[in-house]
């Protein structure tokens, strides 16, 4: 039986390899990716993507296609340079044919017959870009000749696999960004689990999880990913670049948009069914979804008949998160020729449908009002209306519905109006073709799982200044159920009728006393995590006293009021025209807010921001305004966006702090399926009882200790005895981080007195296992902010440094610790963390430190297994220390170059060179001199290969195939200390 083998290569890398080539990739070793490339500074297989350009182009001459190529490669290593790339591969760019005297589409790859492309993967791909610092990917994949996808591998015995994929990542985007110039997508494994993202853009909050099969096995998931069409596909269909904040960004569509985006194409393909509703849930890219349908029907004239599709939305989304990145959009479609057109005004939009123009229409809703009935009666209109809960109401929809009788109309929403076993509202208008009411739906639970989105936790106000439930109920409720609220301006319309609602909510003394609990509640609940807040009043006038209020008790520049304007603002309201910002100011509000690192912290707001604004720093919302159904669900999903900070800490939920009871009752909150957000939307008070039972169980499971032993001794008990077992430290790892999650939540808070003590208790055992038990140490690496603050001083001056230790791994060291009182558990861990630290800072020594490390590491899992006790433990790896010494003497004595001695290692720890009685000194000595005569191998292909020539002379005493393996295994020596 073969014995497990945990590390990266062999349980990751070389397996993916392979798992690739089951379905039609081919392997192509590191030395022959290096031929290809023409050296490790270029990252093109250029002779492929020549012979490519050839066959699918043979207009191009092979000037041609050399220039296409050197244009190509010429492209900065930038986000744009990367979109470029990305264009250049759906043959979205042009070359002059000579003959023709024209310019013609060039195809780099074919999309619909993937047999015909060159799909390669290959590993340990290193680039070194001249005169800076190199890098080396793990699994590289290329599609004719260009890399398309890096992967990632880390240990799967790492508990922070990931964390340190998306870290090394990054690197490679600062340090080497020629790694990411070209490719499209990158992959993070560690076998356990299997993530995918963009890059260009890679970070925790948009890397996810793949999840396209149901087999969760790691062959299942590598060959779902880079299975040959559904990747091509990727590459053609599902990646976005667009702009936010006047910066490019770059995306990628998950699992649920392309099933939803297939659907919708396939929808308006039917010639029977002409309605359909996608019901995807707040945060999770409906409108990605949305223009990427769009698109592929447009793009697509054949099929379509060059049709039309009209995009419906309203002047919200226009000025929120439409503004700036659609105009990207429509600019790429029309050079994909495409027509593209923007209705300014309803005459503009009927004078769009008597020329009866093509290609994609952008109006918005009330723009139908009055539009002639069967303005077109065409059937290949395809009307794709976002937040379709409100942009078909009251007459407006019939309008539309008028205009283009024929037409396929798709609604897109999070919230739909009315029932949908009714068959009623959004249903009955967009379900009447599907018999659940829906062509495709997304549920917010769903995207939770996910981690699309974050559920949320809620926390009722200080009665003092809550409004209470009766006026609420009396001055709210009564009259918004007189008509359907369904976004901001609707409800404000209700709200001006409830005159004294307002005035209780708007009181200067209230105003001033809610302002000061959010000052404090925001320092010691918000502050501390590095999370923003808005505070949501119930006008503008109010928005301004709050602002005025806020600045009492929190510096000025922490919060900004922003809200819409009013020219009449001036004279009936100063004080709401004195606080108004410039749009100027505004954009800049909004772009400074998402950023952890900068001000405002807080934004006061009534009526903007609270619909198609994302900022995932934002952590907190203090409701003072009342609200119900489609815009609560709006307005709160404004705090669900997940969010990972600098250090890797993420967002686990989104908070509100209710101040207008509105949660206190979900049914008439959420009318339209308060069941639905069952997990998703609940009182913080749950959290409170789920944290009393955890932690209370930790500690009886895990804090008990023998009394007659010191507190060092009883900690060092636990960690070198229970925790040994590696399932064991799985399981208490588990159940800490769900405790520490709750607390970073909830603290700080009466309720937790009675457990600091436990927690911290519970904080410190943690970190010494993670720290002991870790390849680096470091006792409070991933401990979260409000914990880290809690245990950090404490830490130190309890001595759990001791836990993290890195000590030298030799002979003397070992007498040392020999007297050295402590378990002898500890004492191996701490020599292992030495060794490993030596090989990483001396790869010429790491070659013949190797097999002594691999024998260390079964004896840390023979300990580990309780095979052994940690003195036999301790006496093995003085043995090993003894053989260490004596290498290094041999190295000392044998006159040769660090280098050298390895290359003298491998050679004569081989069979061959023992049972040919083979003098390896003298080989790796005559080995040296040559290596002298080729300095530039490293970075000359053709260097290289004259040295791989040059070492058959030193071994010719070997026989052919034992020389041939020992030729291998000198350049991956090499390699390995280049």
């Known amino acids: 039986m073969t014995t497990l083998k945990i590390s990266e290569a062999h349980t990751a890398q070389f397996p993916m390899v392979d798992h690739a080539e089951g379905i039609g990739w081919k392997v192509i070793t590191p030395v022959e990716a290096e031929v290809l490339r023409h050296g490790r500074e270029n990252m ?37 340079g990367n979109w470029e790339v990305l264009r250049w591969m759906r043959g979205e760019h042009k070359w002059y044919d000579e003959d023709e005297k024209r310019s013609r589409s060039v195809q780099l790859v074919e999309f619909d017959n993937p047999d015909n492309n060159e799909l390669q993967a290959t590993w340990e791909w290193k680039i070194e870009p001249v005169a800076r610092k190199g890098n080396r990917a793990d699994v590289i994949f290329l599609v004719n000749g260009v890399p398309v996808t890096i992967v990632e591998h880390k240990n ?32 993070v494994t560690h076998m356990l689990g299997y993530w995918y993202g963009v890059t260009w853009n890679v970070s925790r909050r948009f890397i996810f ?39 490019t960004r770059k995306s990628v569509l998950r699992e649920h948009q392309r099933k939803a985006v297939d659907k919708i194409v396939a929808r308006c393909a039917d010639l029977e069914r002409n309605r359909g509703l996608i019901w995807h849930t707040q945060g999770s890219g409906k409108t990605f979804t949305l223009l990427t349908a769009a698109r592929q029907i447009l793009e697509d004239k054949a099929s379509f008949n060059n049709a039309t599709v009209i995009l419906v939305v309203d002047r919200n989304e226009l000025e929120g998160q439409l503004k ?131 559920p949320i936790r809620y926390k009722l106000a200080p009665s003092s200044m809550r409004l209470p439930a009766k006026d609420l109920e009396e001055q709210f409720y009564a009259l918004a159920g007189e008509e359907d609220v369904t976004d901001v301006d609707e409800l404000n ?141 709006q307005s709160l999903a404004r705090v669900n966006r997940p969010y990972i900070d600098g250090e890797n800490i993420s967002k686990k939920v989104g908070l509100v702090v ?55 001794a009883q900690l060092e008990a636990v960690v070198f005895g229970r925790f040994i077992d590696p399932a064991a430290r799985k399981v208490f790892y588990d159940a800490y981080k769900d405790i520490e999650a709750l607390w970073e939540i909830l603290s700080p808070d009466p309720g937790l007195r009675d457990h600091i003590q436990t927690f911290r ?98 004896v840390m899992q023979n300990l580990e297994d309780r095979k052994i006790n940690g003195i036999a433990a301790m006496v093995e790896l003085e043995a090993l220390a003894k053989e260490k010494a004596e290498a290094k003497q041999k190295a000392k004595d044998s006159g040769l170059s660090d280098i050298g001695f390895a290359i003298y290692w491998v050679i004569s720890q081989g069979s061959a060179a023992k049972a040919a009685a083979f003098d390896s000194l003298a080989a790796s000595r005559e080995i040296e001199t040559v290596l002298a005569k080729f300095p530039s191998w490293r970075q000359n292909p053709d260097e290289r290969r004259r040295l791989r020539a040059s070492l058959y002379k030193p071994l010719l005493a070997l026989g052919k195939n034992d020389r041939a ?8 020596v090499l390699e390995q200390t280049a």
């Not at 994929?165 to 990158?186: N, V």
């Not at 393996?965 to 991956?972: D, F, G, H, K, L």
């Open 324 to 454: 700036g990145w659609v105009d990207r959009l429509l600019g790429e479609m029309q050079a994909a020729d495409v027509n593209v057109e923007r209705a300014e005004s309803k005459a503009d939009l009927q004078r769009i449908f008597d020329s009866d123009r093509r290609g994609l229409i952008v109006s918005m809703i009330h723009k139908f009002e009055e539009i002639k009935t069967n303005s077109s009666t065409r059937d290949n209109i395809y009307v794709f209306i976002d937040e379709a809960h409100r942009s078909v109401a009251a007459d407006l929809g019939t309008y539309l519905m008028a205009a283009v009788p024929n037409a396929t109309i798709i609604g897109f929403t999070g919230t739909p109006v009315g029932d949908s076993r009714a068959g009623s509202g959004s249903f009955k208008i967009f379900g009447r073709d599907d018999e659940d009411g829906y062509l495709d739906k997304y549920s917010i639970i769903e995207s939770i799982e996910d981690e699309t989105t974050l």
């Open 209 to 247: 999880k793949w999840k396209y099969t149901e087999d969760e096995s790691y062959k299942s998931a590598t060959q779902a990913f880079f299975e040959p069409h559904a990747f091509l596909r990727t590459l053609k269909d599902w990646i976005l670049f667009y702009v936010e904040d006047s910066e």
């Open 156 to 187: 799967p015995t790492s508990g922070d696999a990931l964390t340190r994929g998306i870290t090394q990542l990054r690197r490679y985007e600062k340090e080497t960004p020629e790694l990411t110039a070209q490719t499209q997508l990158y992959n």
């Open 44 to 80: 093109f297989f250029s002779s492929v993507l020549e012979d490519k350009l050839r066959e699918f182009n043979p207009w191009l001459t092979s000037d041609q296609a050399r220039a296409i190529l050197e244009t190509i490669e010429a492209l900065p290593p930038t986000i744009e």
């Open 658 to 712: 209710d101040f207008v009871s509105v949660l206190e009752d979900m049914k008439k909150a959420l009318t339209f399926d308060a069941g639905a957000v069952k997990g998703a939307l609940e009182d913080l008070d749950i959290l409170m009882v789920d944290l009393h039972q955890r932690i209370t169980a930790a500690a009886s499971e895990y804090l008990r200790a023998d009394g007659a032993k010191t507190p060092d």
């Open 761 to 858: 208790d519970l904080s410190k055992l943690y970190a010494a296992v993670r720290a002991n038990y870790s390849e680096s140490g470091g006792f409070l690496g991933d401990l979260e902010h409000k914990t880290r603050k809690l245990i950090g001083d404490r830490a130190t001056q309890e001595g759990l440094g001791r836990f993290s230790k890195v000590v030298d791994f030799d002979v003397e060291t070992l007498k040392q610790l020999k007297g050295e009182d402590g378990p002898d558990e500890g004492k191996v861990y701490n020599l292992l963390r030495g060794l490993r630290k030596e090989m990483e800072e001396d790869p010429a020594g790491a070659v013949v430190l190797q097999s002594i490390k691999d024998r260390a590491d079964r």
């Open 493 to 633: 319309r209700v709200l001006e009728r409830a005159v004294n609602l307002r005035a209780f909510l708007g009181a200067e003394d209230r105003v001033d006393q809610v302002a000061q609990f959010v000052a404090a509640h925001f320092k010691e609940n918000v502050l501390p995590l590095g999370y923003k807040a808005f505070v949501v009043a119930v006008d503008r006038e109010t928005c301004a006293k709050y602002k005025r209020a806020l600045d009492k008790y929190l510096p000025p520049e922490w919060s900004e009021a922003v809200y819409s304007k009013n020219v009449n603002d001036v004279v009936d309201r100063p004080v709401v025209a004195e606080l108004q910002i410039s749009e100027t100011r505004e954009e800049e509000v909004r772009k400074l807010f998402k950023k952890a690192d900068q001000e405002p912290k807080i934004l006061i707001v009534t009526d903007k921001l609270l619909t198609g604004y994302d900022a995932p720093v934002l952590y907190a919302m203090y409701l003072d305004k009342p609200m119900r159904n489609h815009v609560l669900l």
């Open 965 to 972: 393996a020992v030729i291998e295994r000198i350049m991956q």
